[in-house]
């Protein structure tokens, strides 16, 4: 009992700073709010830890009243424990090469808790929160597939106790590794080369190389396992004259 009463002092304490930071130590409702908090205080010492709880709970109970504050919110991207963008407010765009990304949306609210049977979480218009895993602090969501390339709609909506809300509109943006620059290509009495400037993407994993004899395709992929370095020798090239084209592979997508 005397544990759960003084973990309990320590979020009282906070939140009693919280509204007077909000409000004004001199408003009279905070200074009602305190005495609360300082009588509950004073029971503890005693060793009554109930009425101490009970002191506490009545405080509680005008805090939230008091409470006009929305919870905080804010959303990231995660592969595993590795952060990949973010965090971003509303109006934000989180970019990633990584079609299946670990969304993470963090809330909080000092004065009164986050209501999870409250919280709204949509992508691209479809209620996902079934999919997830959410409480008073935190939501994970992982696509059961891979998205699309482009940009997906993400709504996040937080209420706290007091029916105070948070609303953020983010842009998921699913992009492919961009296009090796630098790419030149020479002929030899037996063979041709191609070579690119490195890709300075760290997702990045290979390349694929690309041969056609017509401008613009179509074009017969040469490297079926994608080369690693930024160069490619083609040790039986066709007669006449040749186009060669270059992608980047990432670990996920070309």
Same mark, same amino acid.
């Given at each position: 009992?005397?544990?759960?009463?003084?973990?309990?002092?320590?979020?009282?304490?906070?939140?009693?700073?919280?509204?007077?930071?909000?409000?004004?130590?001199?408003?009279?409702?905070?200074?009602?709010?305190?005495?609360?908090?300082?009588?509950?205080?004073?029971?503890?010492?005693?060793?009554?830890?109930?009425?101490?709880?009970?002191?506490?709970?009545?405080?509680?109970?005008?805090?939230?009243?008091?409470?006009?504050?929305? +919870?905080? !919110?804010? $959303?990231?991207?995660?592969?595993? #424990? %590795?952060? &990949?963008?973010?965090?971003?407010?509303? =109006?934000?765009?989180?970019?990633?090469?990584?079609?299946?990304?670990?969304?993470?949306?963090?809330?909080?609210?000092?004065?009164?808790?986050?209501?999870?049977?409250?919280?709204?979480?949509?992508?691209?218009?479809?209620?996902?929160?079934?999919?997830?895993?959410?409480?008073?602090?935190?939501?994970?969501?992982? +696509?059961? !597939?891979? $998205?699309?390339?482009?940009?997906? #709609? %993400?709504? &996040?909506?937080?209420?706290?106790?007091? =029916?105070?809300?948070?609303?953020?509109?983010?842009?998921?943006?699913?992009?492919?590794?961009?296009?090796?620059?630098?790419?030149?290509?020479?002929?030899?009495?037996?063979?041709?080369?191609?070579?690119?400037?490195?890709?300075?993407?760290?997702?990045?994993?290979?390349?694929?190389?690309?041969?056609?004899?017509? +401008?613009?395709?179509?074009?017969?992929?040469?490297?079926?396992?994608?080369?690693?370095?930024?160069?490619?020798?083609?040790?039986?090239?066709?007669?006449?004259?040749?186009?060669?084209?270059?992608?980047?592979?990432?670990?996920?997508?070309?």
């Amino acid at each position: 009992a005397e544990a759960i009463a003084l973990a309990v002092q320590g979020l009282m304490a906070i939140r009693i700073e919280t509204l007077e930071a909000t409000l004004g130590a001199a408003d009279p409702r905070v200074a009602e709010v305190r005495a609360l908090y300082e009588a509950g205080v004073g029971l503890i010492a005693a060793g009554a830890y109930s009425d101490a709880m009970d002191q506490f709970v009545v405080a509680q109970r005008k805090i939230l009243a008091l409470d006009s504050v929305p +919870p905080v !919110a804010s $959303l990231s991207l995660f592969e595993e #424990a %590795i952060r &990949l963008a973010g965090p971003v407010g509303t =109006g934000g765009v989180l970019e990633t090469q990584n079609p299946r990304p670990r969304v993470h949306a963090d809330f909080d609210d000092v004065l009164t808790d986050v209501r999870p049977s409250r919280t709204v979480f949509k992508v691209d218009g479809t209620n996902r929160l079934g999919e997830a895993v959410h409480d008073a602090h935190a939501l994970d969501w992982t +696509p059961a !597939a891979n $998205l699309p390339i482009g940009d997906h #709609a %993400i709504l &996040l909506k937080v209420k706290d106790a007091a =029916g105070n809300l948070t609303t953020l509109n983010v842009t998921l943006r699913i992009v492919l590794p961009a296009a090796p620059t630098g790419v030149v290509a020479a002929r030899g009495p037996a063979r041709a080369g191609v070579a690119w400037d490195p890709s300075p993407e760290p997702p990045v994993t290979g390349y694929r190389v690309y041969r056609t004899a017509a +401008p613009g395709g179509p074009y017969t992929l040469l490297t079926p396992v994608p080369v690693i370095e930024p160069f490619y020798f083609d040790a039986a090239p066709p007669a006449g004259t040749l186009y060669f084209a270059v992608s980047a592979v990432n670990r996920y997508l070309e």
